[in-house]
């Protein structure tokens, strides 16, 4: 499947980001992070079709949870092991 742009075909990509396994990192927010990805030269002739993010919502802070809320990415809730 391929997405027209101004006469341009942009191929579809997917970010899918374990925020548990691949923290983020110390001093930055979920926002920035998720601004930097976007940013990066893998998404150049590429058009975002999903940016998901998992993580166990019981244990983020409300802070990292806004900040995905503000990327407008799609979170995806998985159960963290017990203690």
Request: aromatic share 8%; proline share 4%; with cysteine.
């Amino acid at each position: 499947m391929q997405l027209q742009t101004n006469g341009t075909f942009l191929r579809p990509l997917g970010v899918f980001w374990d925020i548990e396994n691949c923290n983020i990192p110390r001093g930055k927010s979920a926002l920035a992070v998720c601004e930097k990805i976007r940013s990066e030269d893998f998404f150049q002739g590429h058009s975002e079709i999903q940016f998901a993010v998992v993580c166990d919502a019981t244990k983020e802070s409300a802070i990292v949870l806004d900040d995905l809320h503000k990327a407008q990415v799609s979170l995806l809730h998985g159960y963290g092991k017990g203690p």
